[in-house]
């Protein structure tokens, strides 16, 4: 099973809303990424997560806060967004082995963000 | 710094052509090197993958092999199906202190007519 969940799969926000989107995955993987993905680009890393812990913030505005709760649960806080952050939001996850070994990276569907 | 270079496209093929999307890559180490398909409204799913040279990934009717005499991992079909319809990323990761981040080339989007 390689199956990455994402909920919501559409979210429509204000400029002044808070929301967060979910992510889990029941592979045992114990790194998880958070990606945004602009209309007909690749997806742009911004969070990574390594066994529950923050290691990499790839210089993401504030307002987007993330959360890893648990080894199945990835969480992205919202606030304060602007329009331009309306993107598809997509969650990866993947073993975490080590340095020299890179490790396959699994997609969830993706969360829609419209901010008005 | 690592880099992919894929053909953009788009490409417009008939049902049962050959599918040919090209891949380069630069790299220092040795990459795993990767093929995600994005179906319209949909997240990345993985093609298929090759973790060294000369090996050859295959999933679905889609071929690639790692060459990396020529650094490429170009995307090959025989027979596309309608239901082929998508966007093609090609993406590597690398070994040591960066083998979290994927480095994708631009996509090509597929479209198969019937």
């Known amino acids: 099973d390689t199956e990455v969940t994402q909920t919501p799969k559409h979210l429509v926000m204000g400029m002044t809303n808070k929301k967060s989107l979910k992510c889990e995955q029941h592979?045992?993987?114990?790194?998880m990424y958070w990606y945004k993905q602009k209309a007909k680009k690749p997806p742009e890393l911004m969070f990574v997560y390594s066994y529950e812990k923050l290691s990499i913030n790839e210089s993401v505005p504030s307002r987007f806060s993330p959360e890893c709760p648990n080894s199945s649960l990835l969480n992205l806080h919202l606030h304060a967004l602007q329009p331009e952050d309306s993107a598809l939001y997509l969650c990866?996850?993947?073993?975490?082995?080590?340095?020299?070994?890179?490790?396959?990276?699994?997609f969830g569907p993706g969360t829609r963000l419209l901010v008005l | 710094g690592n880099s992919v270079t894929q053909m953009e496209g788009p490409v417009t093929l008939s049902e049962e052509a050959f599918l040919t999307i090209n891949c380069t890559y630069t790299?220092?180490?040795?990459?795993?090197l990767f093929w995600y398909v994005q179906y319209p409204g949909e997240g990345l799913q993985l093609l298929l993958k090759?973790?060294?040279?000369?090996d050859k990934g295959s999933n679905k009717g889609f071929e690639a092999t790692y060459r990396k005499e020529t650094t490429s991992f170009h995307l090959e079909k025989g027979s596309v199906q309608v239901s082929d319809s998508a966007v093609y990323f090609c993406?590597?990761?690398?070994?040591?202190?960066?083998?979290?981040?994927?480095?994708f080339g631009k996509g090509t989007l597929l479209t198969v007519n019937p």
């Open positions: 090759a973790t060294k040279a000369d």
């Open positions: 790299a220092t180490g040795y990459p795993s």
């Open positions: 993406a590597l990761l690398n070994s040591g202190g960066s083998n979290y981040k994927l480095t």
């Open positions: 990866a996850s993947s073993h975490a082995g080590y340095v020299q070994v890179p490790e396959t990276q699994y």
């Open positions: 592979m045992g993987h114990r790194a």
